[in-house]
Antibody, heavy 129, light 109 residues
Framework: QVLLQESGPRLVMPSQPLSLTCTVS??????????WSWVRQRPGKGLEWIGY???????YYNPSLKSRSSVSMDMSKNHFSLNLTSVTASDTAVYFC?????????????????????WGQGTLVSVSS | QAVVTQEPSFSVSPGGTVTLTCGLT?????????PSWYQQIPGQAPRTLLY???IRSSGVPDRFSGSILGNKAALTITGAQAEDESDYYC?????????FGGGTTLTVL
């Protein structure tokens, strides 16, 4: 059973970077069949995709957050991370890490997927002085 | 970034049928956007319901079904139950990224 667990500071000062790590247990972050992603939910608001990283280091980001976001992965520690710079109070949110199924392979048949198939429990990060 | 639209709220009677939709402010939703649907109880992580338009995730009751209706993706709940009262989000794969709809709050009463 693969589990995702977010960790990192719960309180960040304005203008400072917000850094979170998602540790993956019960499975490996290597492999071509998944993206490793971050999603956030501001208080009382909807879900917002931040970005994801693919084995080999290729990244994709929400255009609205691209200039401040960076997702990286550490194969040796089997975890991936989010760094969000220059935060303000509007970055206060629950941050979820999630796995995105990219494709499935059955025999010689490769089927694209592109959906969130596994979620961490989320961690509330507050931006305040 | 494209804007994905959902009804802000919907109401259904217990045992009734409701269809939530997921559209685009510009253009049509098709299977090539790989629509997926998620249920979220406030304070909890989302739960994956459907992917690739109409494939139910493991353990999801068959009263949940997905389709393309016209130019939108649709989530239909047939025989709604009290425990279906929740927030529902669709996600589309667009321009190599994922875009959430604004979510629909479903009330069962």
């Amino acid at each position: 059973q693969v589990l995702l667990q977010e960790s990192g500071p719960r309180l960040v000062m304005p203008s400072q970077p917000l850094s979170l790590t998602c540790t993956v247990s019960g499975g490996s972050i290597r492999g071509a069949d998944s993206y490793w992603s971050w999603v956030r939910q501001r208080p009382g608001k909807g879900l917002e995709w931040i970005g994801y990283i693919y084995y080999g280091g290729t990244t994709y980001y929400n255009p609205s957050l691209k200039s401040r976001s960076s997702v990286s992965m550490d194969m040796s520690k089997n975890h991936f991370s989010l760094n969000l710079t220059s935060v303000t109070a509007s970055d206060t949110a629950v941050y979820f890490c999630a796995r995105v199924a990219r494709l499935t392979v059955v025999g010689v048949v490769v089927t694209p997927r592109y959906y969130f198939d596994l979620w961490g429990q989320g961690t509330l990060v507050s931006v305040s002085s | 970034q494209a804007v994905v639209t959902q009804e802000p709220s919907f109401s259904v009677s217990p045992g009734g049928t409701v269809t939530l939709t997921c559209g685009l402010t510009s253009g049509s939703v098709s299977t090539s956007s790989y629509p997926s649907w998620y249920q979220q109880i406030p304070g909890q992580a989302p739960r994956t319901l459907l992917y690739n338009t109409d494939i139910r995730s493991s353990g999801v009751p068959d009263r949940f079904s997905g389709s393309i209706l016209g130019n939108k993706a649709a989530l239909t709940i047939t025989g709604a139950q009290a425990e279906d009262e929740s927030d529902y989000y669709c996600v589309l794969y667009l321009n190599s990224g994922l875009v959430f709809g604004g979510g629909t709050t479903l009330t069962v009463l």
